[in-house]
């Protein structure tokens, strides 16, 4: 069970990406919104989707192969996922914030972004 859960958490971050920024994207009624809103809405979408790229380029930037490279490897990806893990509640407080429709979605993409990091970190 533990495993699955593992490879749907490893796997299902690009295609929440997509969902969430399709249904962003989408204008499905042009209303007259505040402008601090849609500020909050692009800060929102933009902030996580950030998360994400900053964690994909530190699992393929920071090598790790104890045997070659030593511990120092273990160390920086054991600093970097706990700040990934420390800063998720203000990624999901900003998720919470977003656009309707965007909202579960980009909460379930930082927890999968995070549960990903923590998985690296246990295999490292």
């Not at 909050?40 to 930037?61: E, K, M, N, P, R």
């Not at 990624?91 to 990091?117: E, H, P, Q, Y």
Request: proline share 4%; aromatic share 14%.
């Amino acid at each position: 069970m533990f495993n699955f859960l593992g490879l749907l958490s490893l796997v299902s971050p690009p295609f929440l990406a997509f969902f969430v920024w399709r249904k962003f994207l989408k204008t499905s009624d042009i209303q007259e919104r505040p402008r601090w809103k849609t500020v909050v809405d692009w800060v929102a979408v933009l902030s996580v989707s950030g998360l994400f790229v900053v964690c994909v380029i530190a699992f393929l930037t920071i090598p790790c192969d104890v045997a070659r490279l030593g511990w120092s490897c273990v160390a920086k990806w054991r600093s970097f996922s706990g700040l990934v893990v420390r800063s998720t509640p203000l990624f999901l407080l900003l998720a919470t914030v977003g656009r309707k429709g965007t909202r579960i979605l980009s909460m379930l993409w930082v927890l999968a972004v995070n549960f990903d990091c923590i998985m690296v970190d246990v295999m490292a």
